[in-house]
């Protein structure tokens, strides 16, 4: 691999781009001594980052190179010859970073890379015991670890800073991570150096945007809070100013004496305090720390903070003489080792005093040595100057400081300030050993002033001798009470976190605050005091500021706000802060040329350069600092003299007061970043390539100084305006209100170009690796739209109500009667002489759109037409032009308004007025008027942008009129009517409630009447205005209107769809009585689905109906809540219930509950239905005649009581059967419920009869006369007496029933009575329904929606039905049959509704089972109609399908095969696998009711036999000796059967057989058995030669056997069922011989005896 000289030299070529241009020179100078330096390099460079003496630059291709005093590697290498950095080579860097003698590089990945020294832990290396860690001289990965969740993850960084002995991390999540030394971390810890990156937790859960270090400090850029939450960001403030700190050490000899003076708010001690606890870091320090961390001597106000005083101020006679820390230099800033490599030992105590010497004469020999390769040092910290005005900008006017001053002032004129010390780590030592050593071994190095970190306060004296602590440690309170506020901090962090993003548009906020931390012996934390902070505070001076970029020199801050503000603070002894104000330890601003506005800024040792717009195009630089006056010869000598000589300057010769425009910056190029870094500067430039440099800069200049704009406007004109307290009767009321909006709207306005500026600025910073498609105008263009649409609403609205003349009076009052514009509110291309005119003054932002569009067009200019690049950027361009040219039409619309209502001012019309409302065209001329009008009738017509109003008896003129109307625009059709001869140019105007011609007098006229018309309402429906083709502005449109006329809709408020001024589609109408109807319309009426809502004034609630509607009436099926709690479901005709419906009375609580269904006439029950008496526990079953009994019925009560006969007004009335529970039997002529009268016959249970006349009620006893007849056993039976007793009699026949539901069915195949319509109509309906179905229903799952899907297409239905066909007929039945959005689905699911609704509950009587089978046939063949209906191919019940002669034959279970080419269809093999599975829970336990006594019987005998082994039951069963088994199989492993075995025979065959229970058709129970017997023979196979039949002798015992081992329970019920419901087809084949085995099975057992 080459080597560093090499690939360097190979990366450098004679053409270098004309990109990434970097230029670099040394800081100081502003005249014609100042010539950058330009690198030249083969690759564009991205970015620069500066150091003390070093710099890095990242190149385009993630490469990186290193220049200076690279002392880790002990080389000089100058900046025109850069090395690359080979070990970072293929990772792809894109951020670099230096500090003050370490650098760092971030991946593409978001991996950390560093490398330098690393006394301070600053390069994140472990420390390992040995010296060769001191500095790290390639670059290496540091692993940034969120240890707090589980597993433990790594934090992806985006960003990278570092200052001199730390380095700060950005996560992805804007998180702080820090690592390194000192109280600049903002780490809650007492432990240095950090090795490991760490989470600045006081920063946790706060969204950090940018993050900056000082040389000793730092500082955060951080979205503040939401307004609502503003209150968390005080606790932690408050509870750090109660903390106590402690230091760590547990084996004190008294307790501290702790007082108030010596802490900080944020309780950072200020008096420097030692302990005796050994430091986990034995070097020497580079300079005095104390356990606050901040330099304490830097400062003249501070620098007296090493010497402790007495309490009458002066210095403590035994430390008076003390000589300065040879090891520390005037600035407390590090310098650059050479040899550092020779440092003490980490594990080195430093407590012998020889040791100590040792140590020192080395250093003072090595510092001698190198001495003369080092660059200038520090000229920039406030304690490297001695001049005694210097206290005034710098140090607080406390006596302490004052002071202080004065007593270390002749040690400070000593300093040297220019030679180079030792690079050592400032970790904590035994300061105060330290300095009694020092006393006597410091004088050759006297020149040194010594520095700590923090002020001693006057009262050290008084605790330093009783006090010992940690020096260079930040003191924290005890864990119990630091605890706590972790704890409240981190869950505050967390609910800022969930804070969403400000819009969540992707700009930049502007909502900011800035932190700092660190050091602040300068001011350069900015919170009004040379304090130290150990954690992140918020500068509240800065917030709401503004600010959106921070930078940080050595020991000055500077903030960068949207208004192109500079507010800096800190040292300011070269001028670096760029104003003279005092104190410099608050933020104060920058003193800026007028004209300036800056938008970059950077930071070095002792001056600030800033980047800013001037009055061109291209940036400029400005300079504030130190200034060089002298030739760079005489610059080098008097750097050597320096290094060599005991004096210094203490405050820069020559400086500039005020930021000084750099000229040289023009040669640069278009400069887009700027990077300061010890004594250095540099900047990034880009040549103007096809005019697209320029073109960019010059939208991000020009949106600069438009916010600046905005924002003077803002703070000068309208909130003064607005907060005054004579504006609301100025204005007056509406106006107020507008003017209020008009702020909202330019505040809104603001906020966006502020963040649109600042997010170009940061576009800048990065312009070459930005794709220009990102570009937020772009991006966001709807958005950008839209603010300026609705700002010029505002301003518009505002204009038209005539708010202008009132807001001049306004703002000549706030602006001090001024008749001349203040230049901050002069747009740049007005004068600002003249009249103040506000309407041309808030009028100007929209200009700002064609500046858009223009740049736009430029910047597209520069790409290939068939680019994205260009078609992005054309596109952008088309839109804000259209919409820089729309706006101003508006303006004009506004201004016409204006003027209009200026004119026609009056009463009359004053109403009229609206903000809004825009005059388009108006007939005041008397060019239009109405058909048939009279000859003196005047008609004033005035089109609105959102009404056409029409005026009679008017006078233009003079703004009056008799009478009105006005016409809303959404619901207005213009027609143009075709000129015939008789030369009449008319228009038609149609309106939900009326139709009117106008007649213009010229055609000229009808075409600007008909333009302006089918403008204004194409405009009002959100199309672009531009006016359609005559007849043809939206015939159907969405749109709400009011009616007034009489009629059904008086009053009511309408929303939804239109056709031609008629109600037509979906929407919402809304009376005054609080009725809402939303659904569907036809024609004007209710058609289709819809949801009514009725007030019931009475009871207090609403009635409500979802469903069918019809010319304006409840029409079909539907769900109807009344008030009263009764809920009906089922059809309607005509508003009335009429058809299949369901009524429940409601909760069980009310005193009657009840539940009805069945057929209804014209709103009452007529017909046959079943009516659930839920109170009296009875169930009625028979037909109905205008709300009552009347007819053949069945009832059947709780108690078990079983009644049919008839009815009659709703009473029993005539014969009828009554049977109870213990099945007594009484036929009986009945005169009302429950009431005999009349002859009657009576048996009893055992057979005994009574035959005579009875009356009375049946539950309270009757009287009879008659004959008591006790049956003879040889009696024949009696014949009539046995026919009054037949149950069913009575009964409604099943074919009968629910006639009701079927018709619905019918009805919804669009046929008028069962089988007459039309088969085509059929089953688009059935599309129809299903389509429609889908539409409104989008909850629907995933194979609910596959299932409609597939049934949208309609089958092949004509085709003659085959046996190829026969099952694709059947697949679509089940289909259709599982979802109730289908006819058939819909008959079926209301099938199961009655069915359930019959014989679930009362109605499980054992006494209704003949019926219950009777009914589930009669559904077969009314369902089988309907379904021979659709598919016509199928043949009659019991018919046969011929085979396609090219299959072969596909006879299916349940179906009965006659020959090869035949199958029979019935309809209970069709239908019933659809319809039985849902009836069979009622209908099976009617069926296990009825055999009740006989199942006891066969289950007590099955218990019995189940006792017995199985060779003792196969013998007992008479089963012969050759069948049975001899062996069986036990998880596969053969054994032997013998006599005790037990259910180890034919358990297949046992086990195929239990399977009946879990069937439902018979023919799946049919199958079962067949099932049972094929099993058997397999079994029974082995055990004979050769092929055999059976026959039943052999089969019936053995099959017994099976059965008997079963064990099924019901078995009756299920042979019963097979039975009664079993296809006619199969009873005589071999399936029904299978069955009848069964059944002779089930009787044997039960007469099997039981002894």
Request: aromatic share 8%; net charge neutral; glycine share 8%.
């Amino acid at each position: 691999m080459q080597n560093r000289d090499e690939s360097s030299e190979g990366e450098r070529a004679p053409t270098p781009p004309e990109r990434g241009l970097l230029h670099i020179w040394r800081s100081g100078g502003l005249g014609e001594q100042l010539s950058p330096e330009r690198v030249l390099l083969s690759r564009p460079v991205l970015q620069a980052a500066l150091g003390e003496h070093h710099g890095l630059l990242l190149t385009q291709g993630g490469l990186v190179y290193s220049f200076g005093e690279l002392l880790w590697r002990d080389l000089s290498v100058p900046v025109s010859a850069p090395v690359l950095e080979v070990a970072l080579q293929g990772k792809t860097v894109v951020r670099v970073a230096a500090g003050g003698f370490h650098c760092g590089a971030l991946s593409e990945q978001g991996s950390v890379y560093m490398w330098g020294e690393n006394t301070a832990g600053q390069c994140g290396q472990t420390e390992k015991g040995t010296a060769t860690n001191i500095t790290v001289s390639e670059p290496c990965p540091v692993s940034v670890v969120d240890s707090e969740v589980v597993p433990p993850v790594t934090v992806r960084i985006i960003d990278l800073v570092c200052g001199r002995e730390h380095s700060l991390a950005l996560s992805a999540q804007n998180e702080l991570w820090a690592w390194g030394s000192g109280c600049q971390l903002g780490l809650v810890t007492n432990t240095f150096p950090v090795w490991k990156p760490q989470k600045v937790e006081h920063l946790a859960g706060r969204h950090v945007i940018q993050v900056a270090c000082g040389a000793y400090h730092s500082l955060a850029l951080v979205r503040s809070l939401p307004p609502q939450n503003f209150n968390t960001q005080n606790p932690p403030e408050k509870k750090e100013r109660g903390q106590s700190p402690h230091s760590s050490v547990t084996d004190r000899a008294e307790p501290s004496v702790v007082d108030d003076a010596h802490y900080c708010p944020l309780g950072v001690e200020l008096s420097e305090v030692i302990t005796g606890e050994a430091c986990p870091r034995r070097r020497i320090p580079r300079r005095k720390r104390v356990a606050g961390g901040s330099s304490a001597s830097s400062s003249p106000g501070s620098g007296a903070g090493s010497y402790p005083r007495s309490d009458d101020g002066k210095l403590n006679s035994e430390q008076k003489d003390l000589p300065a820390d040879p090891l520390t230099q005037t600035d407390g800033c590090p310098r650059s080792h050479i040899l550092s490599g020779w440092r003490a030992n980490k594990n080195s105590a430093l407590t012998n005093e020889t040791e100590l010497q040792n140590l020192l004469q080395k250093l003072s020999g090595h510092s001698l040595e190198t001495r003369q390769t080092a660059v200038s040092g520090d000229t920039d910290s406030l304690s490297s100057h001695t001049s005694d005005d210097s206290c005034a900008s710098s140090a607080p006017s406390s006596d302490l400081f004052a002071s202080s001053y004065k007593e270390d002032s002749p040690t400070k004129s000593k300093t040297n300030n220019g030679g180079v010390s030792g690079s050592y780590s400032s970790s904590p030592g035994c300061l105060e050993d330290i300095r009694l050593r020092l006393k006597a071994e410091g004088e050759a190095l006297q020149g040194q002033k010594s520095s700590s970190l923090t002020d001693i306060s006057q009262r050290e004296k008084t605790t330093s001798n009783r006090r010992r602590s940690l020096p260079g440690t930040p003191t924290h309170g005890s864990p119990r009470r630091r605890r706590p506020c972790a704890c409240r901090r981190s869950s505050a962090g967390r609910t800022q976190a969930a804070a969403p993003e400000e819009a969540g548009d992707g700009l930049p906020s502007l909502d900011t605050e800035v932190w700092s931390w660190g050091r602040g012996s300068e001011g350069q934390l900015g919170h009004g005091d040379q304090l130290a902070r150990l954690q992140p505070l918020c500068i509240k001076s800065l917030t709401g500021e503004e600010v959106i970029k921070v930078a940080a020199g050595s020991h000055h801050s500077l903030a960068v706000t949207a208004q192109c503000q500079v507010y800096s603070w800190g040292s300011n002894m070269c001028g670096q802060l760029g104003h003279v104000n005092s104190p410099v330890t608050v933020p104060k601003q920058a003193k800026l040329s007028e004209g300036l506005r800056v938008w970059g800024v950077s930071a070095g040792q002792s001056h600030s350069l800033l980047l800013a717009d001037g009055d061109c195009v291209q940036p400029v630089l400005l300079y504030c600092g130190q200034q060089q006056e002298s030739t760079p010869a005489q610059n080098e000598r008097s750097n050597q003299s320096q290094r060599s000589s005991k004096r210094s300057p203490n405050r820069a010769e020559s400086y500039t007061v005020r930021p000084t425009l750099m000229p040289v910056c023009m040669e640069m190029g278009y400069i887009s970043s700027v990077y300061s870094g010890g004594q250095s500067c540099a900047v990034l430039a880009d040549q103007n390539i096809m005019g697209f440099i320029s073109a960019i800069h010059e939208l991000a200049s020009r949106e600069r100084q438009f916010y600046c704009w905005l924002s003077s406007v803002k703070k000068l004109l309208l909130t003064p305006i607005r907060n005054r307290e004579s504006s609301y009767s100025s204005l007056g009321e509406p106006c107020t209100h507008l003017f209020f909006d008009l702020c909202e709207k330019f505040a809104r306005l603001s906020v966006l170009i502020g963040r649109h500026s600042t997010s170009l600025s940061y576009f800048l910073h990065d312009v070459q690796g930005c794709d220009v498609t990102l570009l937020p105008l772009l991006m966001h263009t709807e958005h950008f739209l839209d603010v300026f649409k609705e700002y010029c609403s505002s301003v518009g609205d505002f204009q038209v109500m005539g708010g202008f003349q009132s807001l001049h009076k306004l703002s000549l009052e706030c602006l001090g009667s001024q008749q001349a514009w203040p230049s901050q509110l002069c747009p740049s291309d007005q004068s600002t002489s003249g009249d103040l005119d506000l309407v041309s003054l808030l009028y100007w932002p929209l200009q700002q759109l064609h500046q858009y569009s223009r740049v736009l067009l430029k910047l597209a200019s520069c790409y290939d037409v068939l680019t994205v690049e260009y078609q992005s950027l054309h596109q952008g361009c088309s839109q804000y032009e259209a919409l820089s040219l729309s706006l101003l039409r508006k303006k004009k619309d506004a201004e016409t308004t204006f003027i209009f209502w200026k004119t026609h001012s009056g009463k009359t019309t004053e109403f009229l007025r609206l903000p809004q409302r825009r005059v388009m065209c108006e007939s005041s001329n008397r060019s239009l008027t109405v058909q048939n009008a009279g000859r003196f009738s005047n008609h004033w017509f005035i089109l609105f942008n959102d009404a056409l109003v029409h005026t009679q008896g008017a006078i233009p003129s003079q703004s009056l009129f008799s009478t009105h109307h006005v016409y809303p625009l959404t619901c207005l059709w213009v027609k143009p009517v075709t000129e015939n001869t008789t030369g009449v140019y008319a228009i038609k105007i149609t309106c939900p409630e009326e139709n009117f011609t106008l007649v213009a007098s010229t055609p000229q006229e009808k075409n600007k009447w008909l333009r302006s018309l089918n403008q204004a309402v194409d405009q009002i429906l959100g199309g672009g205005g531009q006016g359609s083709s005559p007849g043809v502005t939206a015939m159907t449109r969405t749109a709400s209107y009011k009616f007034t006329g009489e009629g059904r809709f008086k009053d009511a408020q309408y929303t939804g769809s239109w056709l031609a001024g008629r109600i037509n589609g979906r929407g919402t109408m809304k009376w005054p009585d609080g009725r809402t109807y939303s659904g569907n319309f036809k024609n004007g009426l209710e058609d289709g689905y819809g949801e009514c809502i009725m007030p019931n004034k009475l009871l207090n609630k609403p009635d409500s109906y979802l469903g069918q509607w019809r010319d304006g009436k409840i029409h079909g099926f539907g769900k109807y809540k009344y008030a009263s709690g009764e809920v009906y479901e089922g059809c309607f005709c005509d508003g009335q219930r009429h058809g299949y419906g369901m009524l429940s009375s409601g909760k069980l609580a009310r005193t009657s509950s009840s539940v009805f269904i069945g057929q209804w006439v014209h709103d009452r029950k007529t017909g046959y239905g079943v009516y659930d008496d839920i109170t009296r526990g009875e169930k009625y079953m028979g037909l109905w005649l205008d709300d009552q009994r009347h007819g053949n019925a069945v009832v059947v009560t709780q108690y078990g009581v079983y009644y049919e006969g008839t009815f009659k007004d709703n009473k029993m009335s005539g014969p009828g059967l009554l049977v109870s529970d213990d099945d007594t039997a009484f036929h009986a002529e009945f005169s009302d419920d429950w009431t005999v009268n009349g002859k009657g016959v009576l048996t009893l249970a055992n057979g005994d009869c009574l035959d005579g006349l009875f009356s009375g009620e049946w539950n309270t006893g009757l009287k009879v006369v008659g004959t008591y007849i006790k049956p003879v056993v040889d009696e024949t039976e009696n014949k009539d007496r046995n026919s009054l007793l037949r149950l069913g009699q009575y009964a409604v026949a099943a074919g009968q029933r629910w006639s009701c539901v079927f018709e619905e069915c019918w009805s919804r195949l669009g046929c008028d009575a069962a089988g007459k319509g039309d088969r085509t109509v059929a089953w688009e309906n059935i599309a129809v329904t299903i389509t429609t179905a889908r539409r409104h229903s989008p909850d629907l799952n995933r194979s609910q929606t596959k299932i409609l899907e597939s049934l949208e297409f309609i089958p092949h239905h004509g085709d003659p039905v085959t046996t190829s066909n026969y099952d694709n007929i059947r697949r679509y039945l089940t289909k259709a049959c599982e979802t109730p959005l289908h006819p058939l689905g819909w008959l079926v699911e209301t099938l199961v509704t009655v069915y359930r609704m019959t014989y679930v509950g009362v109605g499980s009587n054992r006494r209704l089972l003949r019926q219950a089978v009777l009914e589930v046939q009669a559904y077969l063949t009314h369902f089988y109609s309907i379904i021979r209906f659709l598919f016509p191919g199928l043949p009659d019940d019991g018919g046969i399908i011929p085979d396609t002669p090219a299959s072969p034959s596909k006879c299916k279970p349940n179906v009965f095969k006659v020959e090869q080419c035949v199958v029979v269809v019935s309809c209970s093999s069709l239908l019933l696998p659809l319809l039985l599975p849902r009836l069979y829970p009622p209908l099976f336990t009617l069926y296990c009711l009825q055999e009740e006594q006989d199942e006891a019987q066969y289950w007590e005998r099955i218990l019995r036999l189940n006792k017995q082994p199985d060779q003792s039951l196969l013998s007992f069963l008479g089963v012969q000796e050759k069948f049975w088994p001899v062996w069986m199989s036990i998880l596969g492993e053969k054994k032997q059967i013998v006599s005790s075995s037990k259910d180890a025979c034919f358990v297949s065959a046992v086990e195929t057989l239990q399977q009946i229970s879990t069937t439902f058709t018979p023919s799946d129970k049919l199958l079962v058995i067949q099932k049972t017997f094929e099993e058997l023979t397999q079994e029974v196979k082995p055990m004979l030669d050769g092929s055999f039949l059976w026959c039943m002798d052999d089969l019936f015992p053995l099959f017994l056997y099976v059965v008997v081992r079963a064990r099924i329970r019901n078995l009756g019920a299920e042979v019963s069922l097979i039975e009664d419901l079993m296809d006619p087809n199969l009873e005589h084949g071999e399936m029904g011989l299978m069955f009848t085995t069964l059944k002779a099975c089930y009787i044997q057992i039960q007469q099997e005896s039981m002894t």
